[in-house]
């Protein structure tokens, strides 16, 4: 059988160059990068705008009249400083003290529990401990020692309020805290709850504000959770 006659040049092909595996091409690359950074700049907008809103409520407190009467008044609890309100906290108390002796309510709940900083009585005690020294009758003032955030503050007084049969409530805190804590109030069940809330000379506010964006974030995703029963 007769030889193959070699190919010349004109005959010979060259097979085309296979693209590396898994490399993009530089189109798509550029396509890939694009998209991140939109989605950067969405999610940062986002926060810009959850934090320009949350900041807008932390500003503007609820504004609701105060009826002549409720059932119970809940001060909210906050540190104490060897076994005594601190500052911060004896404003909640005196705004207590006023409503109490304006006939706002005849009853009130202190709600706080156990501060991690060397205390021997929780918020609630050193709390129901102030107000008797104001002249509070002792036996006007119940106790709520469990609570360790705002949430807990408001759902266990809410349980002492069914126990008793009181219905109607002011909330006592500071105006930073106000929306949030109206929000709470609602989500949990508390009939028309108001909210009467004093303006701080004694907190570092930049602080404080600051905190109750992270504060308000975290119950906005607690409160999801709630609605959706996990």
């Known amino acids: 059988m007769a030889a193959k006659a070699p190919m010349n040049n004109k005959q010979r092909t060259v097979a085309p160059k296979s693209k590396k595996a898994g490399k993009l091409p530089k189109s798509k690359h550029r396509r890939t990068f694009t998209n991140l950074f ?3 700049v969405i ?4 926060g810009v ?3 320009a809103y949350v900041q807008w409520k932390v500003q503007v407190a609820p504004n609701q009249p105060l009826p002549d009467q409720v059932d119970v008044g809940i001060v ?3 540190s104490l400083r060897m ?3 601190s500052p911060g906290l004896q404003e909640r108390l005196d705004l207590a003290v006023s409503l109490y002796k304006q006939g706002k309510f005849k009853q009130l709940i202190v709600s706080g529990g156990l501060d991690h900083n060397g205390s021997k009585l929780t918020e609630a005690e050193g709390m129901r401990d102030y107000l008797v020294k104001q002249g509070l009758p002792a036996k006007s003032i119940l106790l709520e020692p469990r609570a360790t955030s705002t949430y807990e503050n408001l759902l266990f007084s ?3 309020m069914d126990k008793q049969g009181l219905v109607s409530s002011i909330i006592v805190t500071h105006q930073f805290h106000g929306s949030r804590s109206l ?3 609602e989500t949990i069940g508390l009939k028309q709850p108001i909210v009467s809330s004093t303006k701080s000379e004694v907190l570092f506010m930049p602080y404080h504000e600051a905190r109750e964006t992270l504060a308000y974030t975290k119950w906005f995703l607690t409160k999801m959770r709630l609605k959706a029963g996990v």
Do not use: S
């Open 38 to 40: 939109r989605l950067i």
């Open 43 to 46: 999610v940062f907008l986002l």
């Open 49 to 51: 705008a959850w934090i």
């Open 76 to 78: 909210l609890g906050a």
């Open 83 to 85: 076994d005594i309100p």
């Open 158 to 160: 809410k349980q002492i």
């Open 183 to 185: 929000d709470i109030a």
